[in-house]
């Protein structure tokens, strides 16, 4: 039975839940929505708004912009096809078999999500600096598929140990070697995991702020440092304009794997 | 099939590899570097010394360190009132209302926060909507026209930060709360607890360890945030952030920066770990 509604129980303390609850989801988006609504209704001067897709066109003809997009879009594609493989293997080796250190191990991954971004930045900094790697887009994507990797691994395990080994014991039983039970059996059943893994690898380095200032170099700017930088000093409708789009990027890649995962639980 | 082996098998040793060379050996870096002293030209010179240490304690950064502590109690405290009755809404919604406001959380932590800033940045200047309306109010009543200045104000800085914190303290109440039985909140009803007692009694303890969780989640990465407050606040206010970014970007005292930062990091080690010993929450719920 699903539980009732109480909205009529609880008197005050349930109006100013339900206030609450609409400020928190109000804070969350109204920003949004207006700079949706400002990317195509633009103000020019001191003239009222008008509808027009200035904003756009422009972004799309500063080839500043044009190349900070498709930086990111290129070390969010390198740092899901680092991470997701580095990340599988792992997850194979880790959850199939009991060794020594597998605390240590768990410790040492889930050190990248504790770790405050600043920190791992100004590691990674100092770190490539000594190396003397020429900060630019390499640097940034060994930064991303260091803090990425974890995630990649914490999808990937969580379906790997809630899958039924029988299916591969089976398929050893009627002959499969160890490599073909991995192609044919493990690795389809895991899809809907790696796939979630390498888009949420991409949408972390996509949407990376902190660690990329660090990272990056002169030169090289990703389209979040591109955007702090444009926030300043170009004219509203162009950011508002990149950071509509940024937002329909991320808004899906987030649907999407809401929707990988979903064929998870099926 | 699997035989039980001592060692690591050979397919973990690639992460471990990385971790070890991107993660492990660049932090040890920044703690041995902590204890040397900047180059006249900036650069290292690598002799052993506590200085760093000690112009950390400088009152100049004991105030800036003061900012962003009080920046993120504000921030976590304020997502913490705000995030529980949105938790609890979820918890208690029919499955596929439940399923489309998770989605709307969600989405938020995914997107960019400078995205953010900007929007919140947008919606409270002088010609956002919420000034305009304001002016149109204004000027309805017959009144002198005077801007709200909303924007680069110790408000904006809060939307800002709430905003963009406040999924990470959702989330992890929400998955508390969603474990319970919400019958037995009728049973306690049934028996006369009135709405107060269920709040403060049944629902705050039960998502108790959540909300410490979401505490955790959103004091962390506050204390050391900076590009918030520089947007949305004017850049009138110094984070502990600014310092140690300006160290490593502009001032190159590597040494230095390098000190302020762990030292960051072992505070908010050390207040996670004091915030989970002595059960605050339990005291204030």
Redesign the interface.
């Known amino acids: 039975m699903p539980p009732r509604r109480r909205v009529n129980h609880d008197g005050w303390l349930g109006t100013v839940r339900s206030v609450i609850t609409l400020l928190g989801f109000l804070l969350l988006y109204a920003p949004l929505a207006v700079v949706i609504l400002y990317s195509v209704f633009v103000k020019v001067g001191a003239a009222p708004r008008f509808w027009s897709f200035q904003g756009y066109q422009k972004v799309f003809e500063n080839p500043d912009i044009v190349a900070a997009i498709s930086r990111s879009l290129e070390i969010g594609v390198m740092t899901a096809l680092i991470a997701t493989p580095v990340g599988t293997l792992f997850s194979l080796g880790f959850v199939r078999n009991e060794f020594r250190f597998k605390g240590v191990m768990n410790a040492l991954l889930s050190l990248p999500l504790l770790l405050p971004e600043l920190l791992l930045g100004l590691a990674l900094l100092l770190w490539f600096v000594m190396l003397k790697v020429t900060l630019g887009v390499w640097s940034i994507t060994l930064a991303h598929v260091t803090f990425s990797v974890s995630y990649v691994v914490l999808t990937v395990r969580a379906r790997l140990e809630g899958l039924d080994r029988q299916l591969e014991e089976a398929a050893r039983d009627l002959g499969a070697n160890r490599l073909q039970c991995l192609l044919k059996v493990t690795l389809p059943l895991l899809m809907p995991a790696i796939v979630a893994g390498a888009l949420i690898a991409f949408t972390l380095s996509f949407d990376d702020f902190l660690v990329t200032f660090f990272t990056s170099g002169v030169g090289s700017d990703t389209l979040p440092l591109k955007l702090y930088s444009m926030v300043r000093y170009q004219p509203e409708a162009e950011v508002n304009a990149l950071s509509t789009l940024t937002l329909l990027v991320t808004a899906s890649l987030a649907l999407a794997v809401n929707l990988v995962s979903g064929l998870k639980r099926r | 099939?699997?035989q039980?082996?001592?060692?690591?098998?050979?397919?973990?040793l690639?992460?471990?590899l990385?971790?070890?060379f991107?993660?492990?050996?660049?932090?040890c870096?920044?703690l041995l570097?902590s204890f040397f002293r900047r180059g006249v030209y900036g650069g290292v010179v690598y002799d052993f010394t506590f200085d760093n240490y000690l112009r950390a304690f400088d009152f100049l950064y004991l105030r800036v360190a003061f900012n962003s502590v009080v920046m993120a109690l504000v921030t976590a405290v304020s997502c913490a009132?705000?995030?529980f009755?949105?938790a609890?809404?979820m918890a208690?919604a029919?499955?596929k209302v439940r399923a489309w406001l998770l989605?709307?959380?969600?989405?938020?932590?995914?997107?960019?926060?400078?995205?953010?800033?900007?929007?919140?940045?947008?919606?409270l200047s002088d010609?956002?909507?919420i000034n305009q309306v304001w002016e149109f109010c204004m000027g309805l009543l017959g009144s002198a026209v005077t801007p709200l200045y909303l924007g680069d104000s110790l408000l904006s800085l809060w939307?800002g930060m709430?905003?963009t914190y406040?999924?990470f303290m959702?989330i992890p109440i929400y998955v508390v709360l969603e474990k319970f039985d919400?019958?037995l909140?009728?049973a306690a009803?049934d028996l006369g607890a009135k709405?107060?007692d269920?709040?403060l009694r049944i629902l705050l303890p039960l998502g108790a360890s959540g909300i410490r969780t979401g505490f955790i989640f959103v004091f962390?990465?506050a204390?050391?945030e900076f590009?918030i407050p520089d947007?949305l606040g004017g850049s009138k206010i110094l984070m502990i952030?600014n310092v140690?970014?300006d160290q490593?970007?502009k001032t190159r005292d590597?040494p230095f920066?390098?000190t302020i930062?762990l030292i960051?990091?072992v505070a908010?080690l050390f207040s996670g770990y004091l915030f989970r010993k002595s059960g605050v929450m339990n005291a204030t719920a």
């Open positions: 099939m699997e039980i082996s001592r060692k690591p098998p050979l397919s973990t690639p992460l471990l990385w971790l070890v991107f993660l492990v050996v660049p932090c870096l920044v570097l009132v705000i995030g009755p949105m609890y809404v208690v029919s499955k989605l709307l959380v969600v989405i938020p932590f995914w997107t960019n926060f400078v995205v953010r800033a900007h929007a919140v940045k947008s919606i010609s956002g909507p939307v709430v905003s406040l999924p959702v919400f019958q909140l009728e009803r709405p107060l269920v709040l962390t990465p204390l050391g590009v947007m952030g140690i970014s490593f970007l590597w920066g390098s930062a960051l990091i908010v």
